[in-house]
């Protein structure tokens, strides 16, 4: 293997850990969404929001479709695609 495949892999591999890492944070309530919404760490700007919210304590699938579509943001969005009004309009309805 190049090594510069070999560098991409390592990379994808440390931004699936810090994601990880922070999905796990949100689960366990000693990360905030508004902070991650606000200013999202670099390994979540890829992120579809919908996993995110998911990983929210008492958030299923339904919850999110609702407030998904209350903000006007499809389904897989991405956190560095969201806009700034309905990046202000998800932080508003927290706690989902």
Partial sequence: ????????????????SARALLKRGLTAGTIELAGVLGDPPAC?????????????????????????NRCQIT???????LTSRQRAAMIALLPL
């Fill in 75 to 81: 389904d897989g969005k991405t956190l560095a695609g």
């Fill in 1 to 16: 293997m190049s090594e510069q495949r070999l560098h991409a892999l390592e990379k994808a591999n440390e931004v699936r």
């Fill in 44 to 68: 979540v700007q890829n992120a579809k929001l919908s996993a995110l919210l998911l990983a929210v304590p008492r958030t299923g699938p339904a919850r999110v479709a609702r407030a998904l």
